[in-house]
């Protein structure tokens, strides 16, 4: 298996949709970007033997927090990768605090209320998912 294929195999396990959208809103000014994305970050990077998926969302979460607030979106979309690769709210938490160090405080708290915001969201769905599979549990 190919990087690229390697990498899209993970994009529809963790962030399906991703190389659509990345493609719809990109792809008229930069041809082959959102395939370029999936290839290498997904395809050469997390897809790569020697750390496991957990522990490189947990290094990628680190970054994008010290890294500060214009990395919000790019954090929101790997903290919910990193609760499908089986990363704890806490182990989330934990990590963006420890950044408090590296990138300041206003960086770790700003990336704690972007954790608050993803693992609220992803609340909403498993309860719109469960009252699905459950009509009588509705009202």
Request: glycine content about 10%; overall charge negative; charged content about 20%.
């Given at each position: 298996?190919?990087a690229?294929?390697?990498?899209?195999r993970?994009?529809?396990?963790?962030?399906?949709?991703?190389?659509?959208?990345?493609?719809?809103?990109y792809?008229?000014?930069?041809?082959?970007?959102?395939?370029?994305?999936?290839?290498?970050?997904?395809?050469?990077?997390?897809?790569?033997?020697?750390?496991?998926?957990?522990?490189?969302?947990?290094?990628?979460?680190?970054?994008?927090?010290?890294?500060?607030?214009?990395?919000?979106?790019?954090?929101?979309?790997?903290?919910?990768?990193?609760?499908?690769?089986?990363?704890?709210?806490?182990?989330?938490?934990?990590?963006?605090?420890?950044?408090?160090?590296?990138?300041?405080?206003?960086?770790?708290?700003?990336?704690?209320?972007?954790?608050?915001?993803?693992?609220?969201?992803?609340?909403?769905?498993?309860?719109?998912?469960?009252?699905?599979?459950?009509?009588?549990?509705?009202?």
């Amino acid at each position: 298996m190919d990087a690229l294929d390697a990498g899209r195999r993970l994009v529809d396990d963790l962030n399906p949709g991703m190389e659509e959208a990345l493609e719809a809103r990109y792809g008229h000014l930069l041809p082959g970007m959102a395939e370029a994305v999936v290839d290498f970050a997904y395809g050469r990077q997390y897809a790569r033997p020697g750390l496991d998926l957990k522990s490189r969302y947990i290094a990628t979460i680190a970054a994008l927090t010290a890294l500060g607030g214009q990395t919000r979106p790019q954090l929101k979309v790997n903290i919910t990768g990193a609760l499908k690769a089986g990363v704890s709210e806490t182990e989330i938490a934990e990590t963006i605090w420890q950044m408090a160090l590296y990138g300041g405080f206003p960086s770790a708290i700003n990336g704690l209320n972007a954790a608050l915001e993803v693992f609220a969201e992803e609340q909403q769905k498993q309860d719109r998912s469960n009252s699905s599979m459950n009509p009588s549990a509705v009202g």
